[in-house]
C-alpha cells in the first residue's frame, strides 16, 4: 500500500506538474485563475482516489508514473475545455494527442520492464476514461451537442456496478485488440469532433461511436454474464 509519507510526495510532484503545465501554456493575466481551478479539480480527483484506493495495494512502478502524469495533463485539458476562451483549440488538441502517446508508452514500458500490475492496470482505464468524459462533456457544455454523450464515459461504471452487485462475474477479461482499438478510436473521434465542431457530418460520427462502444460494452457485459452462470 501507498504509505501516508508517499502520499504527500506524489500529490506535491503532482502539484508541480500541473503548475508547470499552467505557466507554460496559459496566458499570463488569467494565470492565477487557471491554477486555482486547476489545484481544485487535482485535490477532488485525489480526495476520491484516497478513499477508493485505501484498501489496496498500490505500485508507483515506472509505467504508472507515467499514467499519474497522464491524469496531471487530463485535469489540465478538462481546465482548459472549460475556458475555451482563453485557449485555441489546436493547443487542447496537441495535449489530447500528448495524451495518447504516453498511453501507450506506459503500456509499452509494464511489458518490457515486466512491470505490468493490477493497479497499474485499472489505473490506466481509470485516466483513459477521465479524459473521455473530458472531451464528451466538452462537446456538451461548449457545442452543444447531444447529452447522449454522456453514456459512452458512463459504461465503465455501470460495468463496474454490474460486477459489485454480482450480476456478471467478477473474472478478468481477456486481452482484446478490439477493446482497445475501441477506445483509442473513441478518443480521436471526440478530439476530431471538437476540432470540426462545426461540421455536420462530425455529429453523425457521433452516434457512431455511441453505438461502438455499446457494442464493446455488451459483448463484454454478456461474456462475464456467461462466465458467472456457466
Known sequence: MLSRYAGFQLFFLNVSYLMLLVL??????????ILTSSLYVLMFISAISIYTLRESRIDFNIPNLITNFRLVLNIFIFVCIYNTESYNIETILLLVIISLILDGADGYLSRYLNQMTLFGKTFDQEVDNFLIFILSFSLIYNYDFNIALVCIPLYRYIFLILINQEFISNHELPESLFRKTVCVITILSLAACNYYNMVES???LIYIIIVLVSYSFLKDTIYLYRRKNA
Open 24 to 33: 507554460l501554456l496559459t496566458p499570463g493575466e488569467i494565470t492565477q485563475s
Open 202 to 204: 462530425m455529429r453523425s
